[in-house]
C-alpha cells in the first residue's frame, strides 16, 4: 500500500496494535482521515493530507518540506488521529513528563 | 477443467498442424522455462490436488484456476492487483548492506521503497544470539525510531536447536533420535524449550522498552513441535504482560514436524499441524497476525506450486480473527528459491495469494 507515499503505514499500524483484518484496518483509517478507502492507496490523495495533518511524508532533492514533522512527532500525530498507542511515542512522553 | 487440445492440433479442413504457443514461465528453482497455456492449466489443477493430498482440504474452485491460468499464462513481465484490492506488507529482515548502516537500509526502505513497515534484525537471525547483543540493538532500535514514520519491528528466529550440543546446553535431538533414544530425545526438546521462551521474552521485552512497535517470531516450527511450542508460550507471555504489544507469528513451513511427537498447546497437538490449526493456536496465544508459509517444490513450476500454497492457506481466512499475512518469498508462497527472485514470478505470486485468498498482507 505504499508506506509512507500513501497510508500503507497507517493500516498496517492498525493490524499490528489492534489485531484488524484488512478490511477493517482500512476502514477504520479512512474514516479516521475522511477519504475513502481507495484514497488511501492513491499517492496523490495521501501526500496533500499528510502534510496538512502533519503526519509524516516523503520528500525527494527537489520537493523539500522542511517545515514537515520529524519522524517522532508524525507517530504522535499518527497516534493521536488513529487512536491508538505507538510506543515510542509512549517513551517519548514519559521521557518529557507529559 | 480438461484442455480442449493438446500442444500439436492438426486442422481437420486445412491438415495445417496449430501449435499451441509457449508463454514463459518459472520452475521452483527460478530458472526460465516455457509451457503452453493447457500445460499451465495443468499444473495448476495437480498443484491443487497435490495440497489436497497432502493437506486434506478442499481444492481451489474453477474459478479461482481460471482466474489463476488468466495470470500465470500471460506473458506481461509484470503484474499488479487491482486498484483498490492493494495490502500491507510485512518484513522479516529488512534492509541491504549496499546502503549503509542498518538503520540507513531500513529508512531507505521506508523513503525509497515505500514500505508499509520493516523490521530491524541482527544477522545472527536467532533469539539465542541477540541475547548476548541485547544492549546494542537497543541502541539501533532507538536511533530506527527517531528516523522512520513507518513501523519498525524487531525480529529473530525461535532456533531450538541453537539450544542443543555442541552449540548449546541440551542434548542434540538429531543425533538421539536416530540412535532410538526417544525419551531422552524428547526430553532434550522439552528442556530446550524452556531456555528458548526465556531468551524470545528477554529479548522481546527489551526491544520494546526500546521502543519498537511490534515483535515477529519468524520460521516458527522450522525446528519441529517443540520449536512451535516455544514460540507459541513466548507470545502467550508476552501478551500477559503488554497488552498493547504487536506480535506476529511466521511459520516455517505447512505443517509442524513432530521432531517431538507428543507436545501440545491448548489440548492440540502441534505435530502434523497445517496452517488452519497453526493459526489458531497463533491466535489462542495471543499474537496480531499471522504469517502461514507453504514450502515451494523446485522440480514443479511456480503455477503449480502457488496453486498448492493457496490451497493449504484458504481455509484460514474465514476463521482468521486476526491479520493473516502469508509468507510470500523466497522458497514460499509459490515465490522461487532463489536469493534474487525475479520480479514477474514475484508478482504473479503475489498477486494471486492477495486474488484469490483476500488476504490482509503479505
Request: glycine letters at 10%; one cysteine or more.
Amino acid at each position: 500500500m505504499n508506506g509512507l507515499r500513501a497510508a500503507g503505514d497507517l493500516v498496517v499500524r492498525l493490524q499490528m496494535s489492534k489485531g484488524m483484518r484488512l478490511k477493517e484496518a482500512k476502514a477504520v483509517a479512512a474514516d479516521k482521515l475522511g477519504v475513502t478507502t481507495r484514497d488511501l492507496s492513491d499517492p496523490l490523495a495521501m501526500h496533500e493530507l499528510r502534510g496538512r495533518l502533519r503526519l509524516g511524508r516523503l520528500f525527494e532533492t527537489e520537493t523539500t518540506y522542511f517545515r514537515d514533522p520529524s519522524p517522532l512527532e508524525a507517530k504522535w500525530h499518527i497516534s493521536e488521529t488513529l487512536g491508538i498507542p505507538i510506543n515510542s511515542v509512549i517513551k517519548l512522553r514519559a521521557g518529557l513528563g507529559i | 477443467m480438461a484442455a480442449e487440445a493438446g500442444p500439436l492440433t492438426i486442422g481437420k479442413q486445412t491438415g495445417v498442424i496449430l501449435v499451441e504457443p509457449r508463454i514463459p514461465t518459472r520452475m521452483g528453482d527460478g530458472s526460465l522455462t516455457e509451457m503452453t497455456r493447457s500445460e499451465i492449466e495443468s499444473d495448476l489443477e495437480e498443484g491443487t490436488q497435490a495440497a489436497v493430498a497432502r493437506g486434506k482440504v478442499p481444492p481451489l474452485t474453477e474459478d479461482e484456476l481460471d482466474h489463476l491460468l488468466d495470470i500465470f499464462a500471460s506473458t506481461a513481465r509484470f503484474t499488479g492487483v487491482d486498484i483498490g484490492d492493494e495490502v500491507v506488507i510485512t518484513k522479516d529482515g529488512t534492509g541491504t548492506p549496499q546502503l549503509g548502516s542498518r538503520v540507513d537500509a531500513l529508512y531507505a526502505a521506508e523513503q525509497v521503497l515505500g514500505h508499509d513497515s520493516c523490521e530491524l534484525f541482527h544477522n545472527d537471525y536467532s533469539y539465542r544470539a541477540v541475547k548476548t547483543v541485547l544492549p546494542m540493538e537497543q541502541q539501533y532500535m532507538k536511533e530506527a525510531q527517531e528516523r522512520l514514520t513507518i513501523p519498525v519491528h524487531y525480529g529473530a528466529q525461535p532456533d531450538l536447536g541453537r539450544y542443543s550440543a555442541p552449540d548449546g546446553p541440551c542434548g542434540n535431538w538429531s543425533e538421539l533420535l536416530p540412535a532410538m533414544k526417544i525419551d531422552e530425545a524428547r526430553a532434550a526438546q522439552e528442556e530446550a524449550v524452556e531456555m528458548a521462551v526465556e531468551d524470545m521474552v528477554f529479548v522481546a521485552e527489551g526491544m520494546w522498552e526500546a521502543g519498537a512497535d511490534g515483535i515477529n517470531f519468524d520460521t516458527a516450527g522450522a525446528a519441529g513441535d517443540g520449536d512451535f511450542l516455544a514460540t507459541l508460550k513466548a507470545v502467550e507471555a508476552l501478551r500477559a504482560g503488554h497488552p498493547d504489544m504487536g506480535i506476529m507469528v511466521g511459520m516455517a513451513g505447512e505443517m509442524v514436524i513432530g521432531t517431538h511427537g507428543q507436545l501440545e498447546y491448548g489440548g492440540q497437538r502441534l505435530a502434523g499441524m497445517r496452517p488452519l490449526a497453526q493459526m489458531r493456536a497463533v491466535q489462542t496465544a495471543g499474537a496480531t497476525i499471522y504469517g502461514p508459509a507453504v514450502n515451494v517444490n523446485t522440480s514443479r513450476s511456480t503455477a503449480w506450486n502457488t496453486a498448492r500454497a493457496l490451497t493449504f492457506v484458504k481455509p484460514c481466512m474465514d476463521e482468521a480473527k486476526i491479520p493473516v499475512h502469508m509468507n510470500v518469498g523466497m522458497g514460499v508462497g509459490g515465490v522461487p528459491m532463489y536469493g534474487f527472485s525475479p520480479v514477474d514470478a514475484v508478482t504473479r505470486c503475489s498477486r494471486a495469494c492477495v486474488d484469490i485468498l483476500r488476504l490482509d498482507g503479505l
